[in-house]
């Protein structure tokens, strides 16, 4: 696992020297605050087997002019890997969904939605929202004037599901959409909006047959759509 910090720009990569930065770590979640006006990271899970243990982290930093800082908020969502979260341009904040602590071969999803906005994070209460899940799909869309989330892993039961479900947050609500057509339910795909199509982009994931292998069962199978 790693924790370095890289940028890309102009179309090239390059390592960037930070005097601090989060400790290695994998399945975290980042978004672009664009009211606090840096990048903000929170949570994630390093190591990732049953013998030697998992640490989840519960830790809130931003990324500001190359330099990494932890914050300290009064409250936060408790520790989670593989969460959603997405800058909400319609709500003005950055939004937070879902995650779990299953990958020391024990299932256990998270189905919480949380709001940051001036260094704080706030739950929220929507009537309506997604079951438990991670690793799914999720990006905000300026043409619905939402964020859209789609599939993901769910972890109840004795081995697990994907999700096949999309929805829609806005004005502080989740709301689930009923579409003709869809990708297949899987985990772990990635998704932008391109402004140019204003249109989602959505690649690729993976599909466990079967069900999921930190259960002890399932046959992971990689997406090329």
Sequence with gaps: QYGDTWTFHNGVWTKLSTPTAPPARIDASIAYDAKDGYVVLFGGVSGSSCSGGCTYYSDTWEFKGGVWTQLSPSSAPKARAGAGMSYDSN????????????????????????????????????????TERNTFSMVYNPTLGG????????PAGACGSDATDTWEFSGGSWTQLS?????????GAGIAYSTLGKTDIFFGGQVNVGASPNAGCGNPVNQGD
């Design 91 to 130: 709500d003005g904040y950055v939004l937070l969904f879902g995650g779990t602590t299953q990958f020391c071969c024990s299932n256990a999803g998270l189905s919480d939605t949380w709001k940051f906005v001036g260094g704080l994070w706030t739950q929220l209460s929507p009537s309506s929202s997604p």
């Design 179 to 187: 579409l003709a057509t869809s990708p297949s339910g899987r985990q």
């Design 147 to 154: 964020v859209l989330a789609f599939g993901g892993w769910i």
